[in-house]
């Protein structure tokens, strides 16, 4: 596969916010590859670390006793799924306006929204971005995720 990289060629990855899709396997990755440096956002490192309750999960919670009868089959298995997320340890803290050479150099950019501390990574170039979560395709182009399940 042309471009990948195999899992003990990785070093850094980078977790944009705590959240099942974005760090479910963090833990397990760190398991087998001990000499991984995990890196998140300051603000977002206590939820990723399992020192703080993620606050999509405690919003969710609450909204559970309001949610009518045919949403709640919705509700639980998402509850659910966000308690099952393990906590790893936060290894680089990083910074909104951080500078880093990946891809001839990329910058850390402060894109709170699905969760408070949530990172992207813009190039320097600006030929991509890596919006984790905070963009959705919407009518065949770039648009903001859905502001029912963010944070801000």
């Known amino acids: 596969m042309a471009g990948a990289i195999r899992p003990e060629r990785a070093t850094k990855p980078v977790l944009t916010h705590q959240d099942d899709g974005h760090t479910g396997a963090a833990a397990e990755l760190k398991?087998?590859?001990?000499?991984?440096r995990i890196s998140a956002s300051q603000e977002e490192s206590p939820y990723i670390s399992g020192e703080r309750k993620n606050p999509?999960?405690?919003?969710a919670?609450?909204?559970?006793?309001?949610l009518p009868q045919e949403q709640k089959s919705f509700g639980v298995p998402f509850c659910e799924r966000l308690r099952r997320?393990?906590?790893?340890?936060?290894?680089e803290m990083l910074c909104p306006g951080d500078i880093f050479h990946w891809?001839?150099?990329?910058?850390?950019?402060?894109?709170?929204?699905?969760?408070?501390g949530h990172i992207s990574i813009r190039p320097l170039n600006n030929d991509f971005m890596v919006?984790?979560?905070?963009?959705?395709?919407?009518?065949?182009?770039l648009g903001a995720?859905?502001?029912?399940?963010?944070l801000i």
């Open 103 to 116: 891809c001839g150099g990329c910058e850390i950019l402060a894109t709170p929204g699905r969760m408070p």
């Open 131 to 141: 919006a984790g979560g905070t963009a959705a395709v919407e009518n065949g182009g």
């Open 61 to 66: 919670e609450e909204m559970q006793e309001h």
């Open 31 to 36: 398991d087998a590859y001990p000499a991984l």
């Open 85 to 91: 997320v393990r906590p790893v340890p936060v290894d």
């Open 56 to 59: 999509r999960l405690r919003q």
């Open 145 to 150: 995720a859905n502001p029912s399940f963010a």
